[in-house]
């Protein structure tokens, strides 16, 4: 069980490693291949289904791209 805080954490610690890939990406800004993750949780007991957490995170990884990429965003 990974909550929101956590989640948060798991998503900037994959988007450094990959920044520190350092893997060559000429048609960004970075110059590198970097991510952008959307960061979704859901609680014990929730009455969300899996499309409403699917478009839940949709969305947050969109405000992630559209705040400049290469971050998180719940």
Not at 4 to 25: F, G, M, P, Y
Not at 30 to 57: E, K, M, N, P, Y
Request: charged share 20%; aromatic share 2%.
């Amino acid at each position: 069980q990974t909550g929101h805080d956590s989640a948060l954490h798991v998503a900037d610690t994959l988007c450094e490693a990959v920044r520190k890939l350092s893997i060559e990406h000429h048609a960004t800004d970075a110059g590198i291949v970097t991510c952008s993750i959307g960061v979704a949780v859901v609680t014990a007991g929730s009455h969300r289904d899996a499309a409403a957490l699917f478009a839940q995170t949709d969305a947050a990884l969109y405000r992630a791209k559209n705040s400049g990429r290469d971050r998180v965003h719940d």
